[in-house]
């Protein structure tokens, strides 16, 4: 969202005082910290259709968050209802996932409506909105205002979306208390929001989930972290690495992309490196990989192995430049399935290596001093040496048939219906039946979300 690491946690911060000076109980202010939290894990969703639209999906977001004019600001959201449907569903559909309960599902789903009946997805009248879609609404534009506008500009724009963003009296409240809660931010008196709620403390995200979520941002990424994280898991195996180490750097493959949400995918899906400002940018990723997963605590060893991805041994990686000695075992052992990876997948302006052609890449990679000669022999001596992924279970297994199964692979790499159609000999009307069958087994309303979940059951 072009926003800075801790945007939401200020926001969630924010957010349950406001619901507990205006009265609600301490299950809402609970609430209210979560949906926060989670309110932008529908973003990558949406990140193709945002990139076409605004050319850059991580600018063009900061822009339009930002935006001082409530007019402009309303008019610009009017203009993106699908993409808000995609992200609102993404987002609930985590929510879900974790367990969370319908107090923080339900605002996810409707994070973007309005008090005046205009917002979106469905425009619901004010009496059907949960209360935490405002608390998070207006907490949101305070942290954005206030830190690029200034205090009392940013006073000014709520003031002016009083009654039509969201309610009156929590402009009022936000009027009374801005002052003392942003002094308390900016002093670091203000711990981070953790919810109260035994259940909520004790929601756990699979990281297979955030690898998925990752992904959804670049369609023909679907399912790439996870690719990542399996050749790394065989890797480490075929080293005769201990269990623990095993573990942690299959999930250090799964969180490894993370930092990809800070580049905009109009670099990505660029054949070539644009400018020197967009190889920064590309530079930067694992940087940004790891700030973002070491905020976790129990992921802080994955954070660091992950921000090594890019390093080569004879130190012409990035972003550190690190070499020899300087990049453990386990960093050695990321970096040669990333690479491995990155050879099998198809990209704009670039195929995919067939297996021998990728198999001898990787291999001259270690032959160069770039790449840990004994991690790509590994890789590459055992029989599964290809790019494999989970099996779905019995149950899953069942929910679609083999061909729906195709149309959404299809569909979930970014093809449209007639060039599914064309991929796979079939008309464009049976690939749009196929799609109507999928969304109603899945329970699912768009592409974005029918990947998630198809994800999620092991079936992409």
């Avoid at 990752?214 to 790439?224: E, F, H, R, S, V």
């Avoid at 694992?286 to 992950?306: D, H, K, S, V």
């Avoid at 899953?396 to 219906?417: K, P, Q, T, Y």
Wanted: with cysteine; glycine share 8%; aromatic share 4%.
């Amino acid at each position: 969202m072009g926003q800075p690491i801790d945007h939401s946690v200020r926001t969630g911060w924010l957010a349950s005082r406001l619901a507990s000076v205006t009265g609600c109980d301490a299950a809402t202010q609970s609430h209210v910290v979560c949906v926060a939290l989670l309110r932008w894990s529908g973003c990558t969703a949406n990140a193709p259709e945002f990139s076409d639209l605004l050319g850059d999906d991580v600018g063009g977001r900061r822009t339009m968050l930002s935006t001082a004019s409530a007019r402009a600001a309303a008019d610009f959201a009017s203009s993106v209802s699908p993409l808000a449907e995609i992200h609102c569903e993404v987002s609930g559909d985590i929510a879900r996932t974790l367990g969370m309960p319908a107090a923080v599902e339900l605002p996810l789903r409707h994070i973007f409506e309005t008090f005046d009946g205009t917002g979106k997805p469905d425009g619901l009248d004010a009496s059907r909105i949960p209360l935490e879609v405002f608390l998070v609404s207006i907490a949101g534009d305070l942290e954005i205002f206030s830190r690029v506008h200034g205090l009392s500009n940013a006073l000014r724009y709520i003031a002016e979306r009083a009654d039509a963003r969201y309610p009156a009296f929590l402009v009022d409240a936000v009027r009374q208390h801005a002052v003392d809660w942003l002094h308390m931010l900016e002093q670091g008196a203000a711990a981070e929001p953790q919810p109260p709620s035994a259940a909520l403390q004790d929601a756990t995200a699979p990281l297979e989930l955030i690898a998925d979520v990752i992904d959804l941002k670049l369609p023909w990424m679907t399912g790439y972290s996870r690719k990542v994280a399996e050749a790394a898991l065989r890797c480490a195996a075929g080293m005769g690495l201990s269990d623990d180490q095993q573990q942690r750097i299959y999930r250090a493959g799964l969180i490894h992309g993370i930092g990809r949400a800070s580049v905009p995918n109009a670099v990505w899906d660029s054949p070539q490196v644009r400018s020197e400002a967009d190889a920064e940018r590309l530079r930067l990723v694992p940087y940004w990989t790891e700030r973002a997963a070491r905020r976790i605590e129990p992921l802080r060893a994955e954070a660091e192995i992950a921000s090594f991805v890019d390093e080569r041994l004879d130190g012409s990686g990035f972003f550190r430049g690190a070499k020899g000695p300087a990049i453990d075992t386990e960093a050695r052992v990321l970096a040669v399935a990333a690479h491995w990876v990155a050879l099998c997948t198809s990209r704009p302006g670039r195929p995919a290596l067939a297996q021998a052609e990728a198999l001898a890449a990787l291999r001259a990679e270690g032959d160069a001093g770039r790449l840990d000669p004994q991690a790509v022999a590994a890789l590459t001596g055992q029989p599964q040496a290809g790019v494999t992924s989970q099996q779905p279970s019995g149950e899953a297994a069942a929910l679609l048939s083999s061909r729906e199964v195709e149309v959404l692979g299809r569909i979930s790499l970014g093809e449209s219906n007639k060039e599914a159609a064309r991929s796979l000999g079939i008309s464009p009307s049976t690939v749009r039946a196929h799609l109507e069958n999928i969304f109603r087994k899945l329970g699912c309303t768009t592409r974005a979300a029918a990947t998630l979940k198809a994800l999620t059951l092991g079936l992409l």
